[in-house]
């Protein structure tokens, strides 16, 4: 189950959770509930955003093999269609 970032304006704190793809939590309440813990002195009803997060950090060019240049036919020495 992917975890997720949400932000509460409300009292400037960011807490994660897990949940489906398609669920999204829309208040401080909810976002409580998820993860458990007490919502203190924030009033439930407070809205909460989903922080988009950058995800899995990977050094692209170490990570995909590096493949040589094709021409328009695949053939990485050109290939002599006359355009």
């Known amino acids: 189950m992917p975890t ?3 932000h509460c304006a409300g009292n400037q704190q960011t807490i994660s ?9 829309a208040n401080w309440g909810q976002l ?4 458990q813990r007490s919502p ?5 009803d407070s809205p909460v955003e989903r922080v988009i997060s ?8 170490s990570a995909i093999p ?8 695949g053939n990485p020495s050109g290939c ?3 355009h």
């Open 40 to 44: 203190g002195d924030t009033s439930l």
């Open 66 to 73: 590096q493949l040589p240049m094709a021409g328009c036919c």
């Open 54 to 61: 950058g995800g899995i950090a990977l050094p692209i060019a």
């Open 17 to 25: 959770v897990q949940h489906g793809m398609k669920e999204k939590l």
């Open 4 to 6: 997720y970032d949400y």
């Open 80 to 82: 002599g269609h006359n």
């Open 32 to 35: 409580c509930e998820r993860a």
